[in-house]
């Protein structure tokens, strides 16, 4: 834990402790998966551009109501997993546990809503090779979709070291509620740009 | 602490869902005509996205506390992605 704490000095001049959750490689992986998305983004946004009107329309077959709701799943998920990290640290781990199962139940709300979804557009004929939008709404969910996947690999680690008195370890924590996270960042930013911009 | 955090993290999370209820009026399955572009939604729904996102980072990843390479280093992801967002959508 000592090689994750450094003493800094915020701007008032006073010594404050800062403290990086999970560890360096975590970070260094997240950084660079935030990388690797923003650029199907900024490609997306490219393509986008030279299709105005086709995306416009694509858009409108979009459901909101499910976009809204996978939103509103993660973001819940992501509560109960933050929550999880603090009851850890305070040593409640009977909570922490009940928790990290409220955000994996949240993240299989949120895959279920996804395949529905996936499903109804499917039924429609609005599949991967129907239009540029339609080949990065599927391609961009799908990878995110991977990485839930892949984050409830890591809530069920957490959940099996958090049961298990002599594997507990606050950094594992950390580090799968930081993964976490980022799987609900990115949702936000696809969100915004597949659903809502305009 | 403990409490003082796990309280800033619930009224996190109340901010960024409301957030996420508002964007549900504004996109453009809504309409129900021909969809209309809108530089001021757009404007505003990339506004509140940027906010969603700093605050998951800042509070969920608790970045905030963290040391600062990693607040300057996601500060920079969030100015480059909505930046190169937002030049391109206007362009």
Same mark, same amino acid.
């Given at each position: 834990?000592? $090689?994750?704490?450094t003493a800094e000095v915020n701007a008032g001049g006073t010594k404050i402790l800062?403290?990086? @959750?999970?560890?360096?490689?975590?970070?260094?992986?997240?950084?660079?998966?935030?990388? !690797?998305?923003?650029?199907? /983004?900024?490609?997306?946004?490219?393509?986008?551009?030279?299709?105005?009107?086709?995306?416009?329309?694509?858009?409108?077959?979009?459901?909101? $109501?499910? +976009?809204?709701? $996978?939103?509103?799943? &993660?973001?819940?998920?992501?509560?109960?997993?933050?929550?999880?990290?603090?009851?850890?640290?305070?040593?409640?781990?009977?909570?922490?546990?009940?928790?990290?199962?409220?955000?994996?139940?949240?993240?299989?709300?949120?895959?279920?809503?996804?395949?529905?979804?996936?499903?109804?557009?499917?039924?429609? +004929?609005?599949?991967? @090779?129907?239009?540029? /939008?339609?080949? /990065?709404?599927?391609?961009?969910?799908?990878?995110?979709?991977?990485?839930?996947?892949?984050?409830?690999?890591?809530?069920?680690?957490? /959940?099996?070291?958090?049961?298990? =008195?002599? &594997?507990?370890?606050?950094?594992?924590?950390?580090?799968?509620?930081?993964?976490?996270?980022?799987?609900?960042?990115?949702? !936000?930013?696809?969100?915004?740009?597949?659903?809502?911009?305009? | 602490?403990?409490?003082?955090?796990?309280?800033?993290?619930?009224?996190?999370?109340?901010?960024?869902?409301?957030?996420? !209820?508002?964007?549900?009026?504004?996109?453009?399955?809504?309409?129900?005509?021909? =969809?209309?572009?809108?530089? =001021?939604?757009? !404007?505003?729904?990339?506004?509140?996205?940027?906010?969603?996102?700093?605050?998951?980072?800042?509070?969920?990843?608790?970045?905030?506390?963290? @040391?600062?390479?990693?607040?300057?280093?996601?500060?920079?992801?969030?100015?480059?992605?909505?930046?190169?967002? &937002?030049?391109?959508?206007?362009?």
């Amino acid at each position: 834990m000592a $090689n994750t704490q450094t003493a800094e000095v915020n701007a008032g001049g006073t010594k404050i402790l800062a403290h990086l @959750p999970s560890n360096k490689d975590m970070w260094v992986f997240v950084l660079g998966d935030l990388v !690797i998305f923003s650029t199907y /983004f900024i490609i997306f946004m490219i393509y986008r551009h030279q299709q105005r009107q086709l995306f416009l329309e694509s858009q409108q077959h979009l459901s909101l $109501n499910i +976009g809204v709701a $996978n939103t509103l799943a &993660l973001l819940a998920s992501s509560w109960f997993v933050a929550q999880s990290v603090q009851l850890t640290r305070a040593g409640d781990y009977d909570r922490a546990v009940r928790l990290t199962v409220g955000g994996g139940l949240c993240g299989v709300v949120f895959i279920l809503l996804k395949a529905y979804e996936w499903s109804s557009k499917i039924g429609k +004929g609005l599949t991967f @090779p129907s239009n540029d /939008f339609f080949m /990065f709404y599927y391609m961009l969910t799908g990878v995110h979709l991977f990485h839930v996947g892949l984050g409830l690999v890591f809530l069920g680690v957490v /959940f099996r070291e958090l049961r298990n =008195p002599k &594997l507990r370890r606050v950094s594992m924590v950390e580090t799968g509620a930081t993964y976490w996270h980022m799987v609900d960042l990115l949702w !936000i930013v696809i969100f915004a740009l597949l659903y809502v911009m305009r | 602490m403990t409490t003082t955090k796990a309280r800033a993290i619930t009224y996190v999370w109340i901010i960024v869902s409301a957030i996420a !209820i508002v964007s549900w009026f504004l996109g453009p399955a809504r309409e129900a005509g021909p =969809p209309v572009a809108s530089a =001021p939604i757009t !404007i505003a729904v990339l506004a509140m996205a940027f906010i969603k996102a700093r605050l998951i980072i800042g509070y969920f990843m608790e970045v905030r506390t963290a @040391p600062v390479w990693l607040r300057l280093a996601t500060d920079a992801w969030l100015v480059v992605l909505w930046g190169a967002v &937002l030049t391109i959508y206007l362009w």
